[in-house]
DNA sequence: GCAGGATGGTACCGGTCGGTATCGCTATCT
DNA sequence: AGATAGCGATACCGACCGGTACCATCCTGC
């Protein structure tokens, strides 16, 4: 149970930049991801920040706030990349559902930590913290998203190709962090592609065997 | 951050029975699986288990040795899963591969907390925890299980459909923590079903639309 | 019946937790 | 130039963290 100690090489604060509160914030953000929100404390993020404690408390009630911004913050991140992928490919719903799954599958594989949602809820045990909430909205958000995409690309039963994808990716997530990378996640996009065609959407470049 | 108190009313001990060994362990099993690794110390687990702090340390080692002792014991658990299915479909593949699902289902709708492997694998953030290697050493026995179930059953694919379906259940575990039971994971069995038959594998009872 | 080991209780160690009070400094705005 | 507000630092609060020392009791095996 060696608590890691702050001073290692790789711990060197992110930001001393830019105003104090978005130091702070970016320090938090960086550490609940890669240590777990029970795994870093204040200190440790005002410390990071160059700043003290009581500057983090000036801009933040408690840790819990800081706990819910950081979620907010990684849900906008995805809807950035919703928005990525659609601008890629411009009006072709069955373009959009493949660079789906191809960027889910590039970031599983250059992120070990898994979804930061989800990891936070497994760690917000206490009962009904709201950190739950914006974790289950920013999930049925994605869910109703990628439907929509199963629809308007034409496939034989939207729903239930949308929740197989959505459960494809979200067990991508976690097997890349338990097995690593030659785990099950590594055939994330054949997988899905099969499923993908198996409802009748058929992509123009590529056709799974 | 409110720490929950330890005196409410659903956290009486489980245990008050048998050797204090066994109390603790129960204990500490219980309480990892509800409130996760770094949120239990020591202590609460002696409190619970009606004896005290030195008992423990008299039994093991330390927190880590609990901790790999917990993890294992999941693992065994598990496997108890298998050879129950196995026992159920006695030299019928096929339907130990619908059995699996079947029973995954359950399982993932009668616990909201998900895989607690998998939980571990979140919470054990400390660099090259021993712990790390056991739930990753369980995950590849498991998916080598499930490949070679595959295999029996006649799949096209046997690789690729034991990769498909341990990415479902896994994603089903941790969306059904995010989401609820209403969520993408409602859908395991039918998604699993689609999958299974649309890899070559037919049921004799049932099949899939 | 007696010895030895396991048990439970209490107090303690240094350290960290989330959160607060109080400094003196400095940059900015008028 | 003077008021104001944000700032970094330090010390502190009660509580808990993982882990240890010590001691009185109690149950067991011989």
Redesign the pocket.
């Given at each position: 149970?060696n608590?890691e100690k702050l001073n290692s090489v790789s711990d060197v604060p992110i930001s001393r930049t830019g105003?104090?509160?978005d130091r702070i914030f970016d320090c938090a953000q960086d550490l609940f991801h890669r240590k777990g929100i029970r795994g870093?404390?204040?200190?440790?993020i005002a410390e990071a920040a160059?700043?003290?404690?009581?500057?983090l408390?000036?801009?933040f009630d408690?840790?819990?706030e800081l706990i819910i911004e950081y979620l907010n913050y990684k849900g906008r991140k995805s809807d950035e990349i919703w928005a990525e992928i659609e601008a890629q490919n411009p009006g072709d719903p069955r373009g959009q559902l493949y660079g789906f799954v191809d960027k889910a599958a590039i970031f599983i594989a250059e992120d070990e930590r898994g979804c930061d949602l989800a990891n936070a809820a497994i760690e917000l045990t206490e009962q009904g913290h709201p950190g739950l909430r914006v974790i289950e909205e920013f999930k049925m958000r994605q869910r109703e998203r990628l439907t929509n995409l199963c629809k308007a690309a034409g496939a034989s039963q939207p729903d239930l190709l949308a929740d197989t994808l959505f459960l494809l990716i979200e067990g991508a997530r976690v097997s890349r962090r338990n097995v690593g990378t030659n785990g099950p996640s590594a055939n994330l996009v054949r997988t899905s592609r099969g499923v993908i065609a198996s409802f009748g959407v058929r992509s123009r470049e590529s056709r799974p065997s």
């Open positions: 149970m608590k105003k104090p509160r870093v404390g204040v200190e440790a160059g700043t003290s404690k009581m500057a408390y000036r801009h408690s840790k819990d």
